[in-house]
């Protein structure tokens, strides 16, 4: 299943050998049960490449990482827009 930016999802894992970049100001590692927000999606020479955004509550950043899709395991979570409808 490819991502789509705006997605939101709940991590199940994350393989940390598939990790492109990571922010600096990262307070820590993804880890398994996380919602994330996935910011951008790129498509490279590898596969598809994400950036997900881990806000612990807005404005205060957990974590934000890019991460080669096929190394995420994931539950894909409804949308805002989804579940108001």
């Known amino acids: 299943m490819a991502l789509s930016k705006g997605d939101f999802i709940k991590l199940i894992s994350a393989d940390q050998a ?3 970049l990571t ?3 990262n307070s820590r590692e993804a880890a398994p049960g996380d919602i994330a927000l996935v910011e951008e999606v790129y498509v490279g020479e590898d596969g598809q490449i994400v ?3 881990c806000e612990y509550h807005p404005g205060f950043l957990e974590w934000r ?3 080669y899709e096929a190394g995420l ?3 894909l979570l409804p949308s805002r827009a989804d579940v108001t409808t």
């Open 73 to 75: 395991t994931y539950e």
């Open 65 to 67: 990482t890019v991460f």
């Open 18 to 20: 598939k990790i492109v």
């Open 23 to 25: 922010d600096w100001i």
């Open 51 to 53: 950036r997900l955004l």
